[in-house]
């Protein structure tokens, strides 16, 4: 066999070692056809299923696009005629103390909640100071607080759940004006009881009351919107559910070829939909049958997963798009230590926040921690690290589109706070149907013969 053979035989295996080579040899004309097979719209030098990217047409590629913006929209408008996503009561501080002798800058105040179920998830007290100041100077006092809660059963029995926390917490009041800023009193984290009644004593207002007169102090009770909760619980089953469906129906497509063979994307994508699976959460209803923190808990790691894995799956795919070579070494493990802390930090922070707001309800984790802030901070400076990065990546692989069959833009903006239904929607939507319009472009390509369902990749093109 002379050179040129020698050269297109290599040209036209898979990446291995000599050993592979030499004890492929043999076998080699036997499967001749697999490894010559047409290469259609690219040139690859290993072998992969051919995905519907590679043959869709232009009409093909807007009715994704107008699926993906149909499908975002039904979400949003549901979202948006949606229930809101707290409820609020309020009761003023004054016609708490009415008929009795104490002060508003100390108390205490005695406060009985509205009645509540397990759908509203969670309960919020907030305490906002209103004052005679009318001048523009800007005043921040510290002062302490001290509580006492009490649980009431359906049954009217009661519950001693926390004694007096004696000057429990430090808590700043910023005032400007009149008005001044929310204060956060406590926070439940279960709804145990169907009533909870809180005494809330302030210590070292009495200076800040002799300069600026407190005219009020109003408190107010937050939680989940028991319709929020069920809008919530069934529009996760939905997209659990679609995402298992799809799930299903990409692997049936993939069965028939040989793992080896299915392209670096199907690989990823098979991947990212057991991940989606667990971002919508399978047992996200117990949370709402046991107080357990680890259930609760469990919800934050895999939405967390799954964001990090989303960006994990960007480096690689915008990488890739100009490297064959993807060793653990050089090619993932740079890009894992620059995803790793986001998920790391994540998990720490949901971990960190669950257990001490369940353990104390007057703990702040933005106030009373000073590893928020670091943690934070470390979070924006690999964000910024990461941005930078992937903007490199992707004018990188696109510096020469004329030499690319496609230009992928199904790209997504993830926030995993949301305030609203519209938000809850557009987040859960966006992370759900990205993932569906990758499994539509990455699909394996229905072509009647064989011959065009295997490919060669593209990014050996550049090497020869």
Not at 272 to 279: E, G, V
Not at 400 to 417: G, H, I, K, Q, V
Not at 443 to 461: G, L, N, Q
Request: hydrophobic share 40%; net charge positive; charged share 20%.
């Amino acid at each position: 066999m002379n050179s040129m053979e020698s050269s297109e035989i290599n040209n036209h295996l898979p990446t291995g070692s000599c050993q592979y080579l030499v004890s492929q040899f043999k076998n080699l004309f036997s499967k001749f056809n697999r490894y010559i097979s047409k290469a259609y719209y690219h040139d690859r030098c290993e072998r992969s299923v051919h995905m519907r990217l590679y043959s869709m047409n232009k009409r093909e590629f807007v009715m994704v696009f107008i699926v993906f913006l149909t499908a975002m929209g039904l979400v949003l408008l549901i979202g948006l005629t949606g229930p809101p996503i707290t409820l609020t009561s309020k009761i003023s501080g004054v016609e708490v103390l009415k008929h009795t002798n104490r002060s508003l800058s100390h108390g205490p105040f005695i406060m009985k909640t509205p009645s509540l179920s397990m759908f509203n998830q969670r309960l919020w007290f907030i305490a906002v100071v209103l004052t005679d100041h009318k001048d523009d100077e800007t005043y921040d006092k510290s002062f302490k607080i001290s509580m006492a809660i009490k649980g009431i059963t359906q049954q009217h029995k009661i519950t001693d759940l926390i004694k007096v926390f004696k000057n429990n917490r430090t808590r700043h009041l910023f005032c400007k004006q009149q008005i001044c800023s929310q204060v956060p009193i406590a926070h439940i984290g279960y709804i145990h009881y169907t009533h909870y009644v809180f005494e809330v004593d302030f210590y070292n207002l009495e200076t800040f009351h002799q300069k600026y007169q407190v005219k009020e102090v109003m408190f107010y009770y937050k939680s989940y919107n028991p319709d929020y909760t069920h809008l919530e619980v069934w529009f996760r089953l939905i997209f659990l559910l679609q995402a298992f469906a799809v799930l299903c129906t990409f692997a049936n497509s993939l069965r028939k070829f040989p793992v080896v063979d299915w392209s670096y994307e199907q690989k990823w994508t098979v991947i990212l939909l057991p991940l989606l699976i667990l971002f919508n959460d399978p047992i996200f209803p117990l949370t709402f049958l046991t107080s357990n923190q680890l259930i609760r808990m469990l919800d934050d790691v895999f939405q967390i997963t799954f964001i990090c894995a989303i960006l994990f799956f960007w480096l690689c795919i915008y990488h890739g798009l100009r490297q064959n070579e993807r060793k653990p070494i050089s090619f993932y493990l740079p890009k894992a230590i620059l995803v790793g802390p986001f998920w790391i930090c994540g998990v720490i922070m949901a971990k960190y926040r669950r257990m001490n707001e369940f353990d104390d309800p007057a703990f702040n984790f933005e106030i009373d921690s000073n590893a928020y802030t670091n943690i934070k901070t470390c979070v924006g400076i690999f964000a910024i690290i990461y941005i930078v990065y992937l903007v490199y990546l992707i004018l990188r692989a696109y510096s020469d589109l004329r030499s690319m069959p496609y230009f992928d833009s199904f790209a997504a903006d993830l926030n995993t706070e949301y305030m609203t239904s519209a938000l809850f929607m557009t987040f859960y939507g966006t992370c759900n149907f990205y993932v569906f319009a990758l499994v539509e472009v990455y699909s394996p390509t229905k072509k009647p013969e064989f011959e065009f369902s295997i490919t060669k990749d593209k990014s050996c093109k550049n090497r020869r």
